[in-house]
């Protein structure tokens, strides 16, 4: 037997390939776009409302305020601080979730995921009573914005 030369077919091949693969992102292309386009819509026009509220001829001196200034160095601090945890405790718990199968693995990723997606809101909300400004670890903290003068009448 001769080897053929598949150099046509191959090409042929190819061909007929893309040609489906093209009918099928048309065919597809609506029932991903529209909703592609909500979300860029969804995640855009938020920042845009933002965009168009803000004073631009103050811009520098509202961003160079003492305000903001604490505003900016306690998000740094923050995110700083998260950072580290997970470098430190993150990123060797998914090492080991990547390479382990007992059983306990899906519940620890189950565990894992539980902050993606409760809202922070719904979260710290049974907290509130112990957290708040005159709840029983609030009271101990310093609240610069709540002062006791403006509790209300059954705390006083």
Do not use: Y
């Not at 390939?17 to 979300?39: E, F, H, K, S």
């Not at 979730?97 to 409760?118: E, F, I, Y």
């Amino acid at each position: 037997m001769t080897p053929r030369s598949t150099s046509t077919d191959s090409a042929s091949t190819n061909s007929a390939r893309a040609a489906r693969q093209d009918n099928t992102a048309q065919r597809l292309g609506w029932a991903i776009g529209i909703p592609a386009w909500v979300a860029v819509a969804f995640l855009a026009i938020p920042l845009l409302a933002l965009l168009t509220r803000v004073d631009w001829p103050n811009f520098a001196s509202d961003l160079t305020s003492p305000v903001a200034l604490e505003a900016l160095k306690l998000s740094a601090i923050t995110t700083s601080i998260t950072l580290v945890i997970v470098l430190i405790f993150g990123t060797p718990l998914a090492w080991v979730l990547a390479r382990s199968t007992g059983r306990w693995v899906p519940l620890v990723r189950a565990l894992m995921t539980v902050p993606l997606v409760l809202p922070r809101s719904s979260a710290a909300w049974p907290c509130s009573p112990h957290t708040g400004a005159w709840g029983c670890w609030g009271s101990r903290l310093t609240w610069p914005l709540a002062s006791r003068s403006r509790s209300p009448r059954w705390l006083s």
